[in-house]
């Protein structure tokens, strides 16, 4: 059974940076592709980033130029840095490979103060 377990999120101000953790167990992963999703309050879950099994990423326009996915196959481990922070990047962020999802994991919260 897959289990996917995020880390690294908390309190930042505007402009700070953070380093999102998510270790996968139970999956080939290195065979997949993987990414991060966010939940703000009150609204959908939506992809933040993706990276193929190949490295080729992907990500939505509110945080191109802001946001880098990566990934360990050896860790079994994506990471997302995350720079520039906004206030509008406040979210719990999950990770979970492309649908049909797995299990969705804990996440992390991310806020960020203005």
């Known amino acids: 059974q897959v289990q996917l377990v995020e880390s690294g999120g908390g309190l930042v101000q505007a402009g700070g940076s953070l380093r999102l953790s998510c270790a996968v167990s139970?999956?080939?992963?290195?065979?997949?592709?993987i990414g991060w999703y966010r939940q703000a309050p009150g609204k959908q879950r939506e992809l933040v980033a993706v990276?193929?099994?190949?490295?080729?990423?992907n990500y939505v326009d509110s945080v191109k130029g802001r946001f880098t996915i990566s990934r360990d196959n050896a860790k079994k481990t994506v990471y997302l840095q995350m720079n520039s922070l906004k206030p509008e990047d406040t979210a719990v962020y999950y990770c979970?490979?492309?649908?049909?999802?797995?299990?969705w994991g804990q996440g992390t919260q991310v806020t960020v103060s203005s």
């Open positions: 979970n490979f492309p649908p049909p999802f797995r299990s």
């Open positions: 139970g999956s080939t992963f290195s065979l997949n592709g």
């Open positions: 990276i193929g099994s190949g490295g080729i990423t």
